[in-house]
């Protein structure tokens, strides 16, 4: 009894360039990202094992990546969830990003409160707004979206035919966030009494990771997806993006909204540095 998930960090968004703290902000995405996209729904690594289902962020920019994907593969059932969002940014969102705590400021609240931004620094810090989500709320969501999303496709075949090749149950694909990814994986992880803590994950956009889920317990034929047993966590893929090899890079008259961030904000929305 194995399932393989693949979460796949959508393509770039029309944010992403701007280096503005994104989050619930519906942005589309960006002609690049359309393109990163239209690669990744072409790739064969992708599809192999074959998908059973997918499943996206209802946001835009994710959405269209998962029905890029499920417009290559149109038999497979695409479905959308809320537990599938961004990091909720609260008042931050539409705001410029801002790596560090300026120097005029006291402390993280005081810079908040002027309209400056910057990255939190705990676990338990987040910006001010009545949705906002620190990461330990974001991690309460991912086991949420875990147990709605995954856990499930322990108890079903492929296709209602059982296990497939090499004993694969299902093959789940996940478009989703940044940010929501982490704490998915995190929360995965956290089923596996044996793994290490996972929470340092960064991807590009469009790139994909995949772990491979199986009981402890080789016996254990059904799971309650509220109370599972010890899991098997296996991370095989990391980071993978051998997909954007031929994409076009931004063209001329794309690159306006790229030159209104600096180059740490573009690596760090566009996936070229750690996510935190």
């Avoid at 492929?158 to 995190?186: D, L, P, R, W």
């Amino acid at each position: 009894m194995v399932v393989v998930v693949t979460f796949i960090r959508h393509g770039e968004s029309e944010d992403n360039p701007k280096g503005i703290w994104a989050g619930w902000k519906d942005a589309p995405l960006s002609k690049l990202g359309e393109r990163q996209a239209a690669a990744l729904a072409k790739s064969k690594t992708l599809p192999n094992p074959p998908i059973t289902a997918i499943h996206a962020s209802p946001l835009l920019r994710a959405r269209a990546t998962g029905l890029a994907i499920h417009a290559a593969h149109p038999h497979v059932p695409f479905t959308e969830h809320l537990s599938l969002r961004e990091h909720c940014f609260g008042d931050a969102e539409g705001h410029k990003w801002v790596p560090t705590l300026p120097t005029e400021f006291a402390s993280f609240e005081e810079a908040c409160a002027a309209g400056v931004y910057p990255i939190p620094k705990t676990r338990s810090q987040k910006f001010p707004g009545e949705t906002s989500e620190s990461f330990e709320d974001l991690r309460v969501r991912a086991r949420e979206a875990v147990r709605e999303v995954v856990l499930p496709y322990l108890n079903r075949g492929v296709e209602g035919e059982g296990e497939g090749k090499e004993g694969i149950q299902a093959h789940v694909v996940i478009a989703s966030h940044g940010h929501c990814i982490t704490e998915m994986i995190g929360a995965l992880h956290e089923l596996d009494p044996d793994a290490a803590p996972r929470e340092d994950v960064w991807m590009y956009n469009t790139a994909w990771m995949r772990l491979e889920l199986s009981p402890k317990d080789p016996s254990v034929k059904t799971i309650d997806p509220n109370n599972p047993p010890p899991l098997n966590v296996k991370e095989t893929h990391t980071n993978q993006r051998e997909h954007l090899d031929g994409v076009e890079p931004h063209v001329e008259e794309e690159k306006s909204e790229e030159s209104q961030a600096s180059e740490e904000a573009r690596a760090f929305f566009g996936g070229g540095v750690a996510i935190r």
